[in-house]
């Protein structure tokens, strides 16, 4: 397991935070990463920012893990089949909580919205229930 280094977590919560206050109050947009991405492939009119923003996502963690790092990323055993369902499930799950992690979590407790409490405490209790289920009632390792 990689070791952990607070000071590049620091970084990174900071440029997060930094990012999603700029597209904010230069935009007027919320950074929710999965709004950003379904408008971006549904083709919006102001498609081209959505675009941008995506680019510099891939590009900053690009340039993190290939110039950066100090040690490359550990490489996943998961399983592919549970791979891809876990990320439909994800997909439907910002749906039904009409955003995700990153729009609710960053964006919405910072502007104190207490709809976004809410799905912040739903996405944390149903992923400690899913570790849990996984691990404890089924036994897998992952």
């Not at 510099?56 to 490489?75: D, F, R, V």
């Not at 729009?103 to 209790?125: D, E, K, Q, T, Y």
Request: aromatic share 12%; with cysteine; charged share 10%.
């Amino acid at each position: 397991m990689a070791e952990f280094n607070w000071l590049t977590a620091l970084i990174g919560g900071l440029l997060i935070g930094f990012s999603a206050t700029l597209l904010l109050a230069f935009n007027g947009r919320i950074a929710g990463i999965s709004g950003i991405l379904n408008s971006a492939i549904t083709f919006r009119k102001d498609e081209i920012w959505r675009w941008m923003f995506i680019l510099g996502m891939l590009l900053g963690g690009t340039i993190y893990e290939y110039g950066l790092a100090s040690q490359p990323t550990p490489k996943s055993t998961f399983v592919p089949w549970a791979a891809i369902a876990g990320g439909f499930l994800v997909g439907f799950g910002t749906r039904m909580g009409s955003g995700c992690t990153s729009g609710h979590g960053v964006c919405g407790l910072g502007r104190l919205s207490l709809r976004s409490l809410v799905a912040v405490l739903i996405f944390l209790i149903t992923a400690i229930l899913t570790v849990f289920i996984v691990r404890r009632v089924l036994g897998l390792t992952l």
